[in-house]
Nanobody, 123 residues
Framework: QVQLVESGGRLVQAGGSLRLSCVASGRTFSRYTMGWFRQAPGLEREFVVGISSSGSTYYADSVKGRFTISRDNAKNTVYLQMNNLKSQDTAVYYC?????????????????WGQGTQVTVSS
């Protein structure tokens, strides 16, 4: 069983930056594909960014050029750097992980989820 703990969410003004962190338990973190998803009130959970075990990265069109995902395998941690935040980025952000094949962008293909961290962007 893998446990994921997110942190870093808070209230920020539009145009500001935040860095979210997700720490994973387990000894095989380097083998995990990691993803960040978000869910705004009344909307479905959506893919934001993902990073494979080899370091390949994937971004939703809405965040390209503003968000950056990275991982530190020595710390069992994945980061989400968010710049130039917009009000439409307001959501609960979830970290997800899997150690099997599948699509980076599909939430159903992830096996483990964190509890979420709230990001609120004020305009």
């Amino acid at each position: 069983q893998v446990q994921l703990v997110e942190s870093g969410g808070r209230l920020v003004q539009a145009g500001g930056s935040l860095r979210l962190s997700c720490v994973a338990s387990g000894r095989t973190f380097s083998r995990y594909t990691m993803g960040w998803f978000r869910q705004a009130p009344g909307l479905e959970r959506e893919f934001v960014v993902g990073i494979s075990s080899s370091g390949s990265t994937y971004y939703a069109d809405s965040v390209k050029g503003r968000f950056t995902i990275s991982r530190d395998n020595a710390k069992n941690t994945v980061y989400l750097q968010m710049n130039n935040l917009k009000s439409q980025d307001t959501a609960v952000y979830y970290c997800a992980a899997r150690d099997r094949g599948g699509s980076v962008v599909l939430s159903d293909d992830y096996d483990y989820w964190g509890q979420g961290t709230q990001v609120t962007v004020s305009s």
